[in-house]
């Protein structure tokens, strides 16, 4: 009998049992992954997490102890600080899986069981690649490592504190198989779906002949079945497994690419500009391995998406989800070039798709979901009258004044204001800061300010789309509407303007000790506080739609456990997938270009919080008691309303989850 060659994800799980991390390896006489819990596992990964807090035992007690003398006291509190959040979220991560060994184990064997049977003889060539990548990078970044950190920038610190340090990089070699391991998966589940959905094509191709057979009826539901399958095993269980520690990767990444930044800025190696480069790029690796697993986890999504292809739907193109593949470095240069392109024929009439049920005339004064419309109208990004009787979304002339007024007078006032900040950036610099900590400040209000000139001149292009892309999902809205979705629109309206309070009374707080003149002060306030209230209303929406589509599937789907009838079945199946292909283009196309760029500035937004605590609180800046407390409780406020916001509309999937039922 021929053996079976060991499944694509082998490798990763044998480096995973090394680290201590995963208890699973291959059984090559029951030709099957299994849990094998021993003795040395359990001894390497007790030995891996008492080392993680010994460091960090070191890190806390000597924390002043050796500080670069090239850095300020605030860049090398902000180090520290780097290096004992790795310590944390890496002792963090390995508890999580070595907790969640059972559920781990079901989802690899599940894999293994739909590969052998659906994907026979077929080996996958990006595992192995990424193996080999993962490999050699790793190999490069603990060179760069030894080079680096041993012999120059820790070369005059003590033994015990070098030894610490090797934390750091076990982070990050432990998080780069994490992340290939959880990209391998998502990849074979990728592929399984694909060839799943070419099956139901075929069957479905032979359903719609004159002679059908049982045979093809029973396939067409064990294919049905199978995908639901894999979307509950995607969704559910390898989220489960793998989403806490992306997620974990994801923050950590803000901080590590701060602090390379800085380290780089501040230090003179006198090497060339292409070294230094280099370097940066060496150190950056981590940081882009995690930028390469969140563009990659999107792949089943997309997908699932194209589901209606089997069901002879009309047939659109996908140019929203191609957006996702960008890099964060060029995102918001390359999403304005995009736009300008697609802007024409704007006079265009609206196509406003509305309509009234005459069984249900709703008066619509008190439907939570008008709050968003008129905000958003009140910030000129989506200037359209709402008509409360006939539930109609228009766009009329003074509509059509009030945006292109709005839109220029935000032009004018951000550009104002990045050309304010780049001649007099001496104005804008902070008494509680040095000049790291303004240097970073003056890119963050500038990275800010041409923000919110693409934001909402990408609005302002694409307002006719926007427009009919709400109508219809209001239409939608106004035949699924319930009394829980009243109550988690208004939920979120509340939260949204708690929120942007606790964001003023933060910023107002804050720069009050910043020894700032009043209009530098103002200018921090008020591009910070607006691009809260414009950028945030946008993802708190765009979480609202994506329920309203979730409300339709799910009533659709009741239709269909009703139904007996095969006719109204394949009508309810038709406009069930319609409403798939709206999510799978118009609504991505419309909000997820806008949302891509909004993550990696508030990721970037993300150390100022850990920065105003180091230069107010624990330099010993402040005398009085209270003051202490005030300024402690303000730096752990300060980045809660932005990150409260990413991860609200990251963990959204109410979508995928109602497809799959």
């Not at 969640?100 to 192995?128: A, C, D, F, M, S």
């Not at 060339?272 to 981590?286: A, D, G, M």
Request: glycine share 4%; net charge positive; proline share 2%.
């Amino acid at each position: 009998m021929r053996k079976r060659r060991p499944m694509e994800l082998y490798p990763y799980y044998s480096i995973c049992r090394y680290l201590g991390i995963l208890c699973i390896e291959y059984d090559s006489r029951m030709d099957r992954f299994r849990l094998r819990r021993s003795v040395i596992f359990y001894l390497i990964h007790l030995v891996v997490q008492i080392y993680l807090i010994s460091c960090m035992v070191i890190l806390v007690c000597f924390w002043t102890f050796h500080f670069n003398y090239e850095m300020t006291a605030t860049g090398n509190h902000y180090e520290r600080l780097v290096l004992l959040s790795a310590m944390i979220i890496q002792f963090v991560q390995n508890a999580w899986l070595f907790l969640l060994q059972k559920l781990q184990i079901h989802v690899v064997r599940q894999v293994e069981l739909y590969k052998r049977k659906y994907l026979t003889g077929l080996r996958l060539k990006l595992p192995q690649r990424l193996f080999v990548v993962l490999v050699f990078s790793n190999i490069i970044y603990f060179s760069h490592f030894l080079n680096a950190c041993i012999t120059d920038w820790l070369g005059h610190i003590s033994v015990l504190f070098r030894i610490s340090t090797i934390g750091f990089f076990l982070r990050a070699l432990t998080s780069s198989f994490i992340q290939g391991t959880y990209i391998s998966l998502i990849h074979v589940i990728r592929h399984l779906l694909q060839c799943n959905q070419a099956q139901l094509t075929v069957v479905v191709h032979q359903l719609q002949q004159p002679k059908r057979s049982c045979g093809d009826v029973l396939r067409l539901r064990a294919c049905l079945d199978t995908h639901d399958r894999l979307l509950i095993l995607c969704t559910d269980e390898v989220s489960i497994v793998y989403g806490f520690s992306i997620w974990l990767c994801l923050l950590f990444s803000s901080l590590d690419s701060t602090s390379i930044l800085y380290i780089t800025m501040v230090t003179d190696t006198g090497k060339s500009v292409y070294e230094n480069i280099l370097r940066s790029t060496i150190w950056l690796l981590p940081t882009i391995m995690t930028a390469a697993t969140a563009l990659m986890s999107d792949t089943v999504h997309v997908q699932l998406l194209r589901m209606p292809e089997t069901f002879t739907l009309p047939q659109y193109t996908a140019v929203g989800n191609t957006y996702f593949v960008i890099n964060f470095g060029v995102i918001c240069i390359v999403i304005s070039l995009i736009y300008l392109g697609f802007y024409a024929s704007r006079q265009r009439l609206l196509a406003v798709l509305a309509f009234v049920l005459y069984h249900n005339h709703r008066d619509l004064r008190n439907c939570h979901a008008k709050r968003f419309l008129k905000l958003y109208y009140m910030l000129g990004m989506l200037c359209a009258r709402f008509d409360d009787r006939e539930c109609l979304l228009q766009s009329t002339a003074g509509s059509e004044r009030y945006a292109l007024f709005h839109m220029l007078i935000v032009l004018i006032a951000a550009l104002a204001s990045f050309i304010y900040v780049c001649l007099r950036p001496q104005e804008l610099y902070m008494g509680i800061y040095n000049d790291t900590g303004n240097y970073y400040e003056l890119i963050n209000i500038r990275s800010f300010c041409i923000g919110l000139c693409l934001l909402h001149l990408c609005l302002y292009m694409r307002r006719q789309r926007h427009i009919e892309l709400v109508s219809r999902l209001l239409r939608l809205h106004r035949l699924c509407t319930d009394a829980a979705m009243e109550r988690y629109f208004r939920r979120n309206f509340n939260v949204y303007v708690a929120l942007a309070v606790l964001c003023l009374v933060n910023y107002l707080n804050g720069y009050a000790r910043a020894g700032l003149s009043r209009i530098p002060t103002l200018l921090y306030i008020v591009v910070y506080l607006y691009s809260f209230s414009a950028m945030c209303l946008l993802l708190v929406f765009f979480v609202c739609l994506q329920h309203i589509v979730a409300a339709g599937l799910a009533k659709f789907n009741s239709q269909l456990v009703e139904n007996i009838s095969v006719s109204n079945c394949k009508h309810l199946l038709y406009k069930r997938h319609r409403l798939l292909d709206i999510v799978a283009v118009e609504l991505i196309a419309c909000f997820g270009v806008l949302v891509l760029p909004i993550v990696p500035l508030v990721l970037f937004l993300a150390p100022s919080g850990p920065l105003f605590l180091i230069s107010t609180v624990m330099e010993g800046k402040l005398k009085q008691p209270f003051e202490y407390i005030r300024y402690c409780i303000t730096s752990c406020l300060w980045n809660i309303p932005w990150l409260a916001m990413i991860t609200f509309m990251l963990r959204s999937n109410v979508i995928t989850t109602e497809v799959s039922q």
